[in-house]
């Protein structure tokens, strides 16, 4: 009988240290499924916030920057990349578009406009130094836009225009609209900027005409929506 009851006592006490390796082994896991967790959540989290702050700081504009063939394509686009903060530009020669994008924090529209300029090629806000131009080789030696005077019969209309909610239909479908009109020599519409620029002569049509025109422009299927604001 007393040997009986040492072996009871000697297999409880092992099935209590099997409970208790047990317990710890699940505590342990646990802690260790925890603090895993919690690692990934602080990763993600980071992650999170470092796509965020990049996404906020990184912008894509549509600059217009006159020029003529590859060579004024190399030259623009080599230019725009040598500024910093610029990560990508690409300049169509079609529609003398520039399409950078880059760091608002370090550049600003404003910034590669006239640093564009300043290599020969007149942009929406700023004229290239006619010396500069002058010095291009002879096939990038675009049209420029005539000199604004008061006594000139050609003239330059540049306003803003709301409303327009596409590239293509709004952007492109005014600016050929107006560009179709007797007497307008050029007609450019920005859809990023919501610029527009209108080179007319003066004695076959004028600023009220081509008003009328973009805010009675009609979109496929829309009725017109368009509000033109003057720049001052």
């Not at 009220?208 to 422009?217: A, D, L, P, R, Y």
Request: proline share 2%; charged share 25%; aromatic share 8%.
């Amino acid at each position: 009988m007393q040997g009986l009851g040492i072996r009871l006592v000697v297999r409880q006490r092992i099935q209590d240290l099997r409970h208790r390796i047990l317990v710890n082994m699940f505590i342990g896991i646990r802690i260790y499924y925890i603090e895993f967790m919690r690692i990934i959540f602080l990763i993600a989290f980071t992650f999170i916030c470092l796509s965020i702050n990049a996404n906020a700081q990184s912008k894509t504009d549509t600059i217009y920057a006159k020029g003529n063939c590859g060579h004024c394509q190399e030259r623009i686009e080599a230019t725009a990349k040598g500024i910093k903060g610029i990560t990508a530009a690409s300049w169509d020669p079609t529609y003398a578009r520039l399409i950078c994008t880059y760091d608002a924090s370090l550049t600003t529209n404003t910034a590669i406009q006239k640093t564009i300029a300043s290599v020969g090629h007149d942009t929406d806000l700023f004229r290239a130094d006619d010396k500069v131009y002058k010095e291009l080789p002879g096939c990038c030696k675009y049209q420029r836009d005539p000199l604004e005077s008061k006594d000139s019969k050609v003239q330059i209309f540049e306003f803003i225009i709301e409303g327009m909610t596409c590239a293509e239909g709004c952007a492109k479908g005014i600016e050929l609209s107006v560009l179709k009109q007797k007497g307008v020599k050029s007609s450019t519409v920005n859809y990023d900027t919501k610029r527009a620029k209108v080179i007319y002569d003066q004695t076959k049509i004028s600023k009220e005409k081509i008003i009328s025109i973009v805010e009675n422009f009609r979109p496929e299927g829309e009725a017109p929506h368009y509000k033109v604001v003057l720049i001052k």
